[in-house]
């Protein structure tokens, strides 16, 4: 069964200073990758996605991830956070079987520290 | 555009009660899908709807159920509610479920059982 790990649950970084939020995957076929944010109270937002196109891939908010097979990792970056962008990331795969069969990290708290 | 709305956003019951949760997608989405957010879980698929047919389910217990009208918007029911039953629960739509396709979600509902 696929599996996606987050590693660190809580990530705090300065105003300013480079974001690097980690995700691996478990699977044999590289599967088709996502960054979500979700805000207190709110619901998840899409960052970004890998569907196998650019193994760099560029979202929103100046949010970046690369995905590297050989490390079957998709790790979310962003230069300089801000203040903004304190929240939840959620990092999912699915392989195949449209989003029913989405698999969702178990998400990681990025505190902005001004 | 419309996003996706969930409502109620916040319910109160009690053990042994049931609940219906309501969704509507984004217009011309055909797709909708329900997920269980708790802190110990994390984000759990419970079952995906396209055009009133349950498609797919997630490994829930018989009491959580749903369904899909015509014009694409959901409700899901969860009976007997039990104390673990509290959580946030997402509803996401998409054009048609496909991998390719950008999902929404909504705001969710927070569920508390008492």
Redo the contacts between chains.
Sequence with gaps: AQSVTQLGSHVSVSEGALVLLRCNYSSSVPPYLFWYVQYPNQGLQLLLKYTSAATLVKGINGFEAEFKKSETSFHLTKPSAHMSDAAEYFCAALNSGGYQKVTFGTGTKLQVIP | KAG?TQTPRYLIKTRGQQVTLSCSPISGHR?V?WYQQTPGQ????L??YFSETQ????NFPGRFSGRQFSNSRSEMNVSTLELGDSALY?C?S?LA????????????T?LTVL
């Design positions: 996706v797709s899908s994390g984000l759990q698929f079952f995906e498609r797919n389910k997630g997402l996401a998409s479920g496909a991998i390719t396709d950008t999902q929404y979600f909504g705001p969710g927070r």
